[in-house]
C-alpha cells in the first residue's frame, strides 16, 4: 500500500552503475520519494551530477570495513 511505502527505506548499492541506476528511476517513477532512497555511492558529488538525487546519497563503499557509520545511517 501507499502508506506502508512511504515509511519504507530501500537502500541501494551501486546506484551509479547500470543496473542500481535503472532500479532508483524504476523505484521513482513508482512513486518512491528520493528522501525513502539511500544510495550508496563511492563519490556523491559525481552520482548527483548524473541525475541521482542528492536526497538519497550516502557516501560509502561496501568494500571499506570503516563504513559502519554509513550503512547505519541508511
Given amino acids: 500500500s501507499r502508506a506502508s511505502m512511504a515509511e519504507t527505506s530501500i537502500l ?18 513508482s512513486g518512491h520519494a528520493a528522501e525513502q532512497l539511500r544510495c550508496l555511492v563511492r563519490d556523491p558529488a559525481r552520482a548527483a551530477a548524473s541525475g541521482l538525487p542528492a536526497a538519497s546519497l550516502l557516501a560509502g563503499d561496501l568494500a571499506d570495513l570503516d563504513n559502519g557509520p554509513a550503512l547505519q545511517a541508511a
Fill in 12 to 29: 541501494i548499492t551501486g546506484a551509479t552503475g547500470f543496473l542500481g541506476g535503472g532500479v532508483v528511476r524504476r523505484l521513482l517513477a
